[in-house]
Nanobody
Framework: QVQLVESGGSVVQSGDSLKLSCAAS????????VAWFRQAPGTEREFVAG???????LYADSVKGRFTISRDNAKNMVYLQLDSLKPEDTANYLC?????????????????WGRGTQVTVSS
């Protein structure tokens, strides 16, 4: 099992950058595929980016070229660098994990979830 705790959310202006962190507890973190999702009020949870245990990454088209996912297995950490932020990026950003299988954009693929960290982008 793995527990996930996100941090780094803030209120920023359009065009700003932000780096989110996700701290994972538990053993064998390198065996987990991790991902970031986001959810705005009244909307469905949306895939943002994933980093498979194999080392491959996957991005939603809406963030490709602006957001970067990374991980540090030695520190049990996952990061999401958000650049060129837009008001439509405003949401609660959640970290998710699944054991062994590669990243997918589907909520139901992930067994472990954090509670999220709020990102608000003002215009």
């Amino acid at each position: 099992q793995v527990q996930l705790v996100e941090s780094g959310g803030s209120v920023v202006q359009s065009g700003d950058s932000l780096k989110l962190s996700c701290a994972a507890s538990g053993r064998s973190f390198s065996s987990y595929t991790v991902a970031w999702f986001r959810q705005a009020p009244g909307t469905e949870r949306e895939f943002v980016a994933g980093f498979s245990f194999t080392g491959t990454t996957l991005y939603a088209d809406s963030v490709k070229g602006r957001f970067t996912i990374s991980r540090d297995n030695a520190k049990n950490m996952v990061y999401l660098q958000l650049d060129s932020l837009k008001p439509e990026d405003t949401a609660n950003y959640l970290c998710a994990a699944r054991l062994w299988d590669t990243a997918t954009p589907y909520v139901t693929s992930y067994s472990y979830w954090g509670r999220g960290t709020q990102v608000t982008v003002s215009s």
